[in-house]
């Protein structure tokens, strides 16, 4: 393997020179510098970013941590991430841990070797990244936490406005006449899980609706936490007329828990879920749900990261992006309320007849 000073041999030039010109920490004359370059393209000579990151503390090496790389909504934050640290000359290593403190604890250890410039963690369910965070600090790496937020965290963080996100679709369903809606929750020790909760919870007491302990389930953030807490749900007496789900996925596995009863969306149950994955509008019937740009909170996470690389020392930033629901054929009024309107509008449209019998309208014959 290349190294430089065959490079320095080739290029006929000091092993200084080469080390310039790699690294540009001082200006070499033209000719050498492209001897130099010649020669590191003959040689296929490529530098080594951990033994960089050793004369200069760091590398440009950004540690990206998620909980489930299999969850179709983080794709796209760690995209919006990607895209702002390589915009940038920085390089993302990303790692998942599973839902898994213990990994985490892992993955946390393990980066810290590679010398980053930052760390962008989406926590596991029961993270406590206080100490891991003091760790980076002190190396100089800068750490944001994004989506939901570790305990007793300060730090710089970027999540989405999940309790207004929450309360406008309770308040939608609320609005199409449910009064029995539950809700099945992600885990409730994660502050997005709570906050979600809180909003509903605030939608109901708005309109007067006492929320049934039974009607509020917990579950993991996936298909099958969803389908077993749907199935308590729909087989309760009285069941629900509408359920929010407090992600895709878990609304997923309602739907399955539907067609395992033999009930159809929106006729037996309205369903509403949170994230508005891609596949949430391809749905029959289509889904509601509450949308929350994931790329934007990569994008933004990374943006506070190099600002604080960059020196940035003002206070802990705690950036709060807003949510949009956006309303779709999964949601429609309970039965009953179907039923009333049914009988309104066929009331209305009977004709109306005068006092001797004629029907009032009808051009006389």
């Keep these: 393997m290349a190294n430089m000073k065959q490079i320095a041999r080739m290029a006929r030039v000091s092993l200084g020179t080469v080390s310039n010109v790699l690294n540009g920490t001082a200006r070499v004359r033209e000719p050498l510098r492209l001897r130099v370059e010649e ?12 033994a960089r990151g050793l004369r200069r503390d760091k590398t440009t090496i950004i540690g990206m941590v998620i909980p489930d790389v299999t969850n179709p909504f983080f794709p796209a934050v760690v995209r919006g991430a990607e895209d702002v640290a390589f915009a940038n000359g920085y390089r993302l290593v990303l790692c998942n841990t599973d839902n898994d403190h213990v990994k985490e604890l892992a993955h946390l250890n393990e980066l810290r070797t590679f010398l980053p410039s930052g760390l962008i963690v989406i926590p596991s369910d029961f993270s406590d990244l206080t100490k891991q965070a003091e760790s980076y600090h002190k190396s100089g790496a800068a750490v944001v936490c994004v989506d939901r937020l570790p305990k007793r965290w300060q730090g710089d963080s970027v999540t989405v406005a999940n309790e207004s996100g929450a309360h406008a679709v309770t308040r939608h369903l609320i609005h199409l006449g449910h009064e029995r809606i539950a809700i099945i929750t992600g885990p409730l020790h994660l502050t997005n899980s709570e906050q979600r909760l809180r909003g509903f919870r605030r939608a109901m007491a708005e309109a007067g ?4 302990p039974e009607y509020v389930k917990e579950a993991t953030f996936d298909v099958s936490g969803g389908r077993a807490k749907a199935l ?12 929010f789900a407090a992600n895709d996925m878990i609304a997923m596995g309602v739907i399955e828990a539907m067609h395992d009863l033999g009930l159809k969306c929106p006729e037996d149950l309205s369903l509403a879920g949170f994230d508005d994955l891609e596949f949430a509008a391809l749905l029959n019937p289509s889904l509601t749900s509450v949308f929350q740009p994931g790329y934007q909170l990569g994008a933004t996470a990374a943006r506070i990261l190099l600002a604080r690389v960059n020196g940035d020392d003002d206070p802990a930033k705690h950036i709060v992006l807003q949510t949009e629901l956006r309303v779709r054929a999964s949601v429609a009024p309970p039965q009953e309320v179907q039923s009333a309107l049914r009988s309104r509008d066929s009331v209305a449209s009977q004709p109306s007849t005068n006092t001797r019998g004629k029907r009032l309208g009808r051009r006389q014959l």
């Design 39 to 50: 020669a590191v393209q003959a040689v296929g000579y490529q530098p080594s970013a951990l």
């Design 209 to 212: 609706f006492a929320v049934a």
């Design 232 to 243: 308590l749900l729909l087989r309760m007496l009285p069941r629900p007329t509408a359920i």
